[in-house]
């Protein structure tokens, strides 16, 4: 099991030119590298995207490129273990931070891969889907997934960032990945619908039971309402449980695409609270407060609005810098992927 194998180099110079010649390669002198002993091999770096910086940048990215030349005005976060030229937080996951300026639209459009928006900074912003007009205040979490038709506007002042997260690293390797647009929607129910019709847990509309189920019935989940359920579960919480909610569809309690999760994480003033180790790999965001990260021995400060990246079986320990107020993280990682193909592992 633990014999040194063959290397490239053993083998002679005519064979190696044959196989090329044939579109082959050896796979025993790169099999430890495919597949590693007790843990995978990773690229992805723990890194910190830092707010204060990036926000200038995305503002000159307004003053330089007009929303019609951009279709989408978007920085993206690119993990430098996995190169910048591949768009790339993680293996799996996309991030990028998207600006839309007053009185601007981004086009309808669809496309394969799944996305959501997570609001970062203003009011004023909205984005329709399936004909639903859902305002986008910080903090609240918008659902695209794909196949559905999606645009975004802005009727109020000041700068709307949000932080858009998608699955494109693995739709792009399966070469599956594509937009298609249209004309812009019209608004054809009413403003906000689905989070009115799903507004508390526990209870649905009661047609729910009686029909079939919708993949994407709640298309919005308003911060103010996660955030109250976060103190409320904080204040029956044991001194050592992790404060932690999922985000979920709420006619099947499944997650809410089929390879993203989101979720949201409350450190209590002063609490270091070490996360469970996991085979996925996840993009924290820091809704509100301040603290510390370690990932694997890795350590990071974060503010409000940065963004780190965590990669596939990391350690992780969190903590919150303030005494007297709750630090609040928002999570996106690829467990639902990883849960379907079989491979999702948590360990001690």
């Not at 993206?76 to 996951?93: E, K, Q, V, Y």
């Not at 709640?218 to 904080?234: K, Q, Y």
């Not at 320990?317 to 193909?341: E, G, H, Y």
Request: proline letters at 7%.
């Amino acid at each position: 099991m633990n014999a040194r194998l063959g290397r490239i180099e053993d083998l002679p110079r005519d064979y190696i030119d044959d196989l090329v010649r044939l579109n082959l390669t050896p796979l025993w002198p790169s099999l430890r590298n495919a597949l590693p002993y007790g843990k995978p091999n990773r690229a992805t770096r723990p890194i910190l995207w830092r707010y204060a910086e990036i926000r200038p940048q995305l503002l000159r990215a307004g003053e330089l490129t007009p929303i019609e030349k951009a279709e989408r005005r978007v920085l993206a976060l690119c993990n430098p273990g996995l190169g910048l030229d591949t768009l790339r937080a993680t293996p799996s996951i996309y991030i990028g931070l998207q600006l839309i300026l007053p009185g601007e639209t981004a086009p309808n459009h669809k496309h394969t891969p799944s996305a959501v928006r997570f609001v970062v900074e203003g009011s004023g912003g909205h984005t329709v889907v399936r004909g639903e007009k859902l305002p986008m205040e910080k903090g609240d979490l918008i659902l695209t997934p794909p196949g559905l038709w999606h645009q975004h506007g802005h009727e109020g002042t000041g700068p709307v960032i949000w932080l858009d997260a998608l699955d494109l690293p693995l739709i792009y390797g399966l070469e599956a990945s594509y937009a298609t647009e249209a004309k812009v929607q019209d608004v054809t129910d009413h403003a906000n619908a689905s989070t009115r019709r799903f507004h508390q847990g526990g209870i649905v509309p009661y047609r729910s039971l009686t029909r079939q189920r919708n993949d994407y019935p709640l298309l919005r989940f308003p911060w103010r309402d996660v955030r109250a359920t976060l103190l409320e579960l904080a204040s029956v919480s044991a001194a050592d449980e992790l404060v932690h909610v999922a985000y979920v569809n709420p006619e099947t309690g499944e997650e809410c695409l089929k390879t993203l999760g989101f979720s949201a994480i409350l450190l209590r003033p002063g609490e270091e609270a070490v996360l469970e180790r996991r085979s996925a790999s996840a993009v924290l965001h820091v809704v509100e407060g301040r603290g510390n990260a370690l990932i694997d021995a890795n350590s990071h400060s974060f503010e409000e609005s940065d963004t780190l990246a965590v990669p596939t079986h990391a350690t992780i320990s969190l903590s919150n810098a303030s005494s007297k107020t709750p630090a609040m993280l928002f999570m996106v990682d690829d467990a639902p992927l990883q849960r379907k193909i079989g491979i999702y592992e948590v360990f001690a």
